[in-house]
C-alpha cells in the first residue's frame, strides 16, 4: 500500500494473487490508480472481481455465500483477515495502537505483520516467525439483539481488494479513515457479542477471529504453519501471537 493515500488502496490480497494461481487476474488489476481498492468508485475493478470465487480465499466450513451484492457487481468475501496487531487491554500494553475507526469504538495496532501503508520484512518480526500469527479467519456471524445477525468478515461488505484510506500507520493513522481486511486483536478467539466496541459490520478494527469450526479456528503464522488456535487460547497469549515484536514468545 502507498505511504499517503486520500482513496482506498488495495489490500494485501491484491499482492498473493500469483501466489493464489491468480497471475491472470493480478495482471489485469489495477492496483495503483484512485480508489483502486473500492469497486464503488472503480468500476473496472469490480467487472473483472464481478463472480470471480477464488478458492483459497474461501472456508468450506463457512455458513456464508462467498459472494455479495457491491454496486451492481457480485464480489467475494474472503472468509480470512490479515492480523495487524493486538489492542491495549487484559494487562497486555501496545503503545502502537490507537483509536480508530470509522466507528471511533476501536484500537487499530501496527504492532502485527499486516500493517496499514507500510510493508514488514522478515527481519522486523523479532519474536520470531514461528511465533506471530499473520492471518487467521472470520469466517462465522456475530449476534446482536435476538434474532440479529451480522456479518464481520475481513473485507466486508466491499471486498477481498479493499485496503485503507488512510495516511500514515498507528499510531498516527488517520483517526476516523477505515482499515478493511485487517482486524486488531482484542477479544477471545469465537467471541460473537456484536454490541462490543470495535466490531462493526463496516469493518470494525476488533472484529473477531471466529469460525464454524468448534472450538476454535484456523491461524496462519508467518513460518508458514497453520495452527487451529481453540477458544480458550489465553487473550493475553493471542495477543502476543499478533504482535511481531513484544519480545515475549508464545508456543502454538
Same mark, same amino acid.
Given at each position: 500500500l502507498p505511504s499517503k493515500q486520500t482513496s482506498f488502496g488495495v489490500s494485501w490480497w491484491a499482492d498473493i494473487l500469483p501466489d493464489l494461481? *491468480?497471475?491472470?487476474l493480478a495482471s489485469r488489476l489495477d492496483t495503483t490508480g484512485p480508489n483502486a481498492g473500492w469497486v464503488v468508485l472503480h468500476p473496472e475493478n469490480g467487472g473483472l472481481l464481478n463472480g470471480v470465487i477464488i478458492r483459497a480465499m474461501a472456508c468450506p466450513s463457512s455458513p456464508m455465500s462467498p459472494l455479495y451484492p457491491v454496486a451492481g457487481f457480485q464480489i467475494q468475501m474472503p472468509s480470512y483477515v490479515g492480523i495487524s +496487531?493486538? /489492542? $491495549? =487491554? $487484559? =494487562?497486555f500494553a501496545e503503545p502502537n495502537a490507537q483509536v480508530c475507526c470509522? *466507528?471511533? #469504538? =476501536?484500537?487499530?495496532?501496527? /504492532?502485527g505483520?499486516?500493517? !496499514? $501503508?507500510?510493508?514488514i520484512l522478515r527481519r522486523q518480526i523479532v519474536d520470531g516467525t514461528s511465533h506471530t500469527m499473520i492471518v487467521s479467519e472470520t469466517s462465522d456471524?456475530?449476534? +446482536? #439483539? !435476538? =434474532? /440479529?445477525i451480522h456479518q464481520v468478515g475481513g473485507g466486508f461488505p466491499d471486498g477481498w481488494l479493499m485496503g485503507t484510506s488512510g495516511a500514515d500507520t498507528p499510531p498516527k493513522y488517520d483517526t476516523h479513515k477505515g482499515a478493511y481486511n485487517i482486524t486488531t486483536i482484542q477479544y477471545p478467539i469465537g467471541t460473537r457479542d456484536y454490541t462490543l466496541p470495535g466490531i462493526s459490520e463496516d469493518h470494525g478494527a476488533n472484529n473477531p477471529l471466529l469460525s464454524a469450526h468448534p472450538g476454535g479456528a484456523v491461524s496462519l503464522f508467518a513460518d508458514g504453519s497453520v495452527q487451529f488456535l481453540t477458544e480458550n487460547t489465553d487473550i493475553v497469549t493471542l495477543k502476543r501471537f499478533a504482535t511481531r515484536n513484544d519480545d515475549n514468545i508464545e508456543s502454538q
Open positions: 494461481d *491468480e497471475s491472470s +496487531g493486538a /489492542a $491495549n =487491554g $487484559n =494487562g470509522i *466507528e471511533l #469504538t =476501536g484500537e487499530l495496532s501496527a /504492532a505483520i499486516l500493517i !496499514p $501503508n507500510r510493508a456471524y456475530c449476534f +446482536g #439483539t !435476538p =434474532g /440479529a
